[in-house]
């Protein structure tokens, strides 16, 4: 039995211009600051004798790789990402970037925003618009009704708020 495993599916191209920004930041640091560091340092490594049994060298090449990959992942990804920096024409339907109030069946109170798949933070309350929940609000307006089927069963939620501040 071999180890391979299907291409994860292609995920959406959206993202918000903060979002975008942390991208680029990211590679910007990557490329200008981290890259040329750990290259200095795995050049002095080398420099030390032995290469074979030379912790230091060992982990640094492996660290440049890992910034690669990601330089690489970073190039490739924000060409393709379309940046949505305005409010929909219909601000009480859910879209992207809607900041959204949900109501579960034991009365408790959510509130997520819906953001790219770059994006999402459970700490700050974004999911993915990928996301299960995501896609069975989209289109949707306050005071509907949804259902979502997660790994504990069929959950219900009421939409009690619709809004996009952050495009204010």
């Known amino acids: 039995m071999g180890r391979y495993r299907p291409p994860s599916p292609k995920s959406s191209h959206y993202i918000t211009p903060e979002g975008r920004q942390k991208l680029a930041d990211e590679f910007d640091y990557l490329w200008r600051k981290k890259r040329p560091e750990v290259t200095q340092a795995l050049s002095e490594a080398a420099a030390e004798g032995d290469r074979s049994e030379n912790a230091e060298y060992i982990y640094r090449k492996k660290q440049l790789a890992e910034i690669d990959r990601r330089v690489r992942y970073l190039t490739k990804r924000l060409d393709e990402l379309v940046v949505v920096d305005r409010k929909p024409d219909n601000e009480s339907q859910i879209f992207f970037g809607a900041w959204v109030e ?5 009365g408790d109170i959510l509130r997520y925003r819906i953001v790219g798949p770059d994006e999402f933070d ?3 309350s974004y999911i993915s ?7 069975a609000l989209m289109r949707k ?4 009704e949804i259902e979502v089927i997660s790994p504990n069963g069929k959950m219900s939620y009421s ?3 619709v809004r996009y501040e952050v495009f204010d």
């Not at 949900?102 to 034991?106: D, F, G, K």
């Not at 618009?129 to 896609?135: E, L, Q, R, Y």
């Not at 307006?141 to 509907?144: A, M, V």
């Open 102 to 106: 949900l109501e579960n069946e034991s």
């Open 141 to 144: 307006f306050e005071g509907d």
């Open 122 to 124: 459970v700490d700050k």
């Open 129 to 135: 618009m990928d996301s299960p929940v995501a896609k």
């Open 159 to 161: 939409i009690l708020e």
